[in-house]
């Protein structure tokens, strides 16, 4: 169900930003006690397929209406499910909604109906369904052309141009160079501007990280009424049933997972005082264990018996190139791309720079997005309060960043192995890497003690490591290029 507020008009008039949260907080309370009665009359049914509908409403109601900002809900008259599972966060719920706006809903370079049109194009990718489905309704509302919904044969020329850096900005981004960002630019009658260029550009990387977070906290489309995940997500193997969704602990092994817990938190502790005895790792040793890393990421893969999830005819229309997909940075018996040193090219230093300068609205929102993901924490770490949680984020971010082909020549690479067990590593580059291919029971596999808000939160730091990491590639191709 996705209940309708009224115009962007009416909501301006609204007189205070408390008055905006108690209704969000309302829709969302009657979206969420909709699905329950739905719950109730054909079993499970919630904004997740990995998250207890009970879950959300204990963990994300009561922190929507005490801390959302009027400014989370001028992106969509709608609260939908994407909305509902990243609400556990309002904090960086209202940063990401800021920057969604601006990217499909303000003025800018490209019409909203192309915009709309480019999302279909990065969500069809990974065969996401339900960004493919929001996306195409929204073309439509926006005045698209339903011819161009029949494939991309259909679209302009011009949108048919994006279609190899989607690929690229999709799966391998380490491929981008500057001859991509020129043939975009090059005079013609099919030619980009660079300020059209870049809003697409951000776009893609935008939708692309999304449809990691859709597929990673299993939600599910509105009104489905089978309450089945999001699209073609894979059912566990046969002989390997999920627990039950709403069992954090598995069903089974709840002292081994509690034991892990103190397992974590001593291996924090552990590196916390090397870092305060100065026993860090000569830079030598720090690039061996980023080599160590990067090769041994080669044996994180999914299960051989998951299925590969059968391409929908409906999304297929919109991809060239459909067997294209994520091929391991560092490959076995293949010349290994060169590796992405972070402090030649960094976020801070230059991608940042020259966003601001080609598209100054989207860059200060980009910033702010990831830095709230980044930087969120509620010190906690499953049941232990008090917590300081720095080091295991920046070991997940840097992992990220790290099966993408990024190093970071001040981090020892050696704190990711101590820090991000094996199903938690397994999780990470499945949603970071071919999302399509998540399944509950990876979900239920990792951190097994932790509670569902925290798992979200490692997928907002997989949908901002991963986007930053594309955008990180085609900004530097596009400076190589004016250069």
Known sequence: MALVWTSMNDLALLSTAGTARVMYSLNLLLVLEEQRESRARRGPRGPSAFIPVEEVLREGAGSLEQHLRLEALMSSGRVDNLAVVMGLHPDYLSSFWRLHYLLLHTDGPLASSWRHYIAIMAAARHQCSYLVGSHMAEFLQTGGDPEWLLGLHRAPEKLRKLSEINKLLAHRPWLITKEHIQALLKTGEHSWSLAELIQALVLLTHCHSLASFVFGCGILPEGDPEGSPAPQAPSPPSGQSSPPSGDPLNNSGGFEAARDVEALMERMRQLQESLLRDE????????????????????????????????????????????FGYEDFTRRGAEAPPTFRAQDYTWEDHGYSLIQRLYPEGGQLLDEKFQAAYSLTYNTIAMHSGVDTSMLRRAIWN???????????????????????????????????????????MYNLFW????????????LLLLEARMQAALLYALRAITRYMT
């Open 399 to 441: 992992y990220i960043h790290c099966v993408f082909g990024i190093r970071y020549d001040d981090y020892d690479y050696g704190e990711v192995n101590q820090l991000l067990e094996r199903n938690l590593k397994v999780y990470i580059k499945t949603v970071a890497c071919y999302p399509e291919k998540t399944t509950r029971r």
């Open 448 to 459: 097994r003690h932790f509670r569902h808000s925290e798992k979200v939160h490692v997928n």
């Open 280 to 323: 860090g790792a000569s830079q030598e040793e720090m690039e061996s264990r980023f080599e160590l890393e990067k090769s041994e990421s080669l044996l994180v893969t999914p299960s051989a018996d998951i299925l590969e999830p059968s391409p929908h005819p409906d999304m297929l229309c919109f991809v060239e190139d459909p067997t």
